[in-house]
């Protein structure tokens, strides 16, 4: 069965840093663009970045600079590294998986992992 597994969030200072991790198994993803978006308390959920398994990215533009998407095929896992993190940066932090590069459609979600910035 598909499972896409988030793991990586906490509690963090503004100003630092975590990294987000991804566990991607259950079937074969080398044909799915992998993703990952957020949602705040009482705001929808937002895209952050995407990635192919030939690495590459794209980044929403308000996420462009502290945010950086990666993957390690061996794994078949993804990573999310943020940096300089804000208090408006707390958020429940999602994985996902789709085969239409647009996101109109995503096939798969993690369980989310909850990331909180303190001031």
């Known amino acids: 069965q598909a499972q896409l597994a988030e793991s990586g969030g906490g509690l963090v200072q503004a100003g630092g840093s975590l990294r987000l991790s991804c566990a991607a198994s259950?079937?074969?993803?080398?044909?799915?663009?992998m993703g990952w978006f957020r949602q705040a308390p009482g705001k929808e959920r937002e895209f952050i970045a995407a990635?192919?398994?030939?690495?590459?990215?794209y980044y929403a533009d308000s996420m462009k600079g502290r945010f950086t998407i990666s993957t390690d095929n061996a794994k078949n896992a993804m990573y999310l590294q943020m940096n300089s993190l804000k208090p408006e940066d707390t958020a429940v932090y999602y994985c996902?998986?789709?085969?239409?590069?647009?996101?109109?459609?995503?096939?798969?979600w993690g369980q989310g992992t909850q990331v909180t910035v303190s001031s």
């Open positions: 259950g079937r074969t993803y080398s044909n799915y663009v």
């Open positions: 990635i192919s398994w030939s690495g590459g990215t």
């Open positions: 996902a998986a789709t085969r239409n590069a647009s996101w109109s459609t995503v096939d798969y």
